[in-house]
């Protein structure tokens, strides 16, 4: 976008016109001269536009998943959100966490390398905190992890990269598994210094406890599926016309198992409170409904099937003799 000038530098460049400090021609010769844009060779951009974009969107859906499974690991308030996407050499990144953090070091199979996510203690000792019974409070004091913590965190985080799985989903099928748990940035040389990194951060609020976390990703290990991020594959990638017969299939066997109430209603009657009161042994209440006629199988509150009473291998059962469809059926005040 052109620069736009201000009144008074309108004004300014009015008055050099007229007054014939500066030429038409000299304006002309300024537009046209080259523009020399300085490149700093140990800030590579390896990641266009497009690449930064599609892991945008694939961490959004990340930090979706991730605020589910911690509301459900935590049972509290959480939400997290993506701040920022952003290239970076790996030493600037070591440089800008604290001395003392939590550092996730994990394998994505079949990428060759590492990936590192940092949490922030803040919000690493509130997790913490809240798994163990407390309130979910952080703490400001910054500390050595025990090693009961070490495996708590180890365990959290590890089943926490599940999700990463599923969101990397519609551009890879990795494998990702906890390598090991690090809590000094200096003794973690993943890549050489002025490697490229994507580094995502993600606004975390746990309770009333609030931090980052950031997800560290080599552009050395990303690159076998760097071009899959970019949007002529990803619009590529989705069929538009996909086959969703084992989606179907998966759906019907679930509902196959779902467990439905279903009660046999013999018949029914209506009393009075007061006679309600007065029943005593051996009274006996008339249905309104004939002792050979077919008994109401309802399903919840609907009636689905009509049947004859009977017994089977020695219990009361219900012999189904026919079938209502869904337009036949009867509602609950029938």
């Known amino acids: 976008m052109a620069e736009v000038l201000s009144q008074s530098e309108i004004d300014a460049l009015l008055s050099a016109l007229s007054s014939g400090e500066l030429t038409a021609e000299e304006i002309r010769k300024e537009d046209t001269d080259r523009k020399i844009k300085v490149y700093d060779f140990k800030r590579a951009m390896r990641f266009s536009k497009d690449h930064i974009r599609s892991i945008t969107r694939i961490f959004e859906n990340f930090a979706r998943l991730l605020t589910t499974y911690f509301s459900a690991q935590l049972r509290t308030f959480v939400h997290i959100s993506v701040v920022s996407v952003d290239q970076l050499p790996y030493e600037e990144f070591i440089r800008s966490i604290s001395k003392m953090t939590i550092l996730n070091v994990f394998n994505c199979a079949p990428l060759e390398g590492k990936f590192v996510m940092e949490v922030n203690p803040n919000i690493a000792y509130a997790m913490l905190d809240r798994l163990l019974g ?36 519609a551009v890879a099928d990795l494998d990702t598994a906890v390598d090991h748990l690090e809590v000094n940035p200096q003794f973690l040389q993943l890549v050489s210094p002025n490697e490229t990194v994507a580094v995502v951060s993600l606004s975390t609020k746990i309770g009333e406890t609030t931090g980052m976390i950031n997800i560290c990703m080599p552009h050395v290990v990303l690159e076998p599926i760097i071009p899959k991020l ?72 609907r009636v689905k099937f009509y049947g004859q009473p009977g017994t089977a291998r020695g219990k009361v059962a219900v012999q189904i003799s026919q079938a209502i469809e869904d337009d036949e059926g009867v509602g609950a005040d029938e």
């Open 134 to 169: 407390g309130p979910g409070q952080g703490t400001d004091e910054l500390r050595d992890l025990t090693e009961i913590e070490m495996t708590i965190m180890e365990r959290v985080f590890g089943r926490a990269l599940d999700n990463f799985q599923e969101a990397w989903k």
């Open 230 to 301: 970019s949007a002529h594959y990803w619009m590529g990638s989705m069929k538009s016309s996909k086959d969703y017969s084992e989606d179907w299939e998966a759906i019907r066997q679930s509902l196959g198992q779902t467990q439905v109430p279903l009660a046999a209603e013999l018949g029914n009657s209506t009393i009075s409170v007061g006679e309600f009161l007065s029943l005593g042994v051996g009274d006996v209440i008339a249905l309104h409904q004939d002792v050979n006629a077919k008994i109401q199988l309802r399903i919840g509150n």
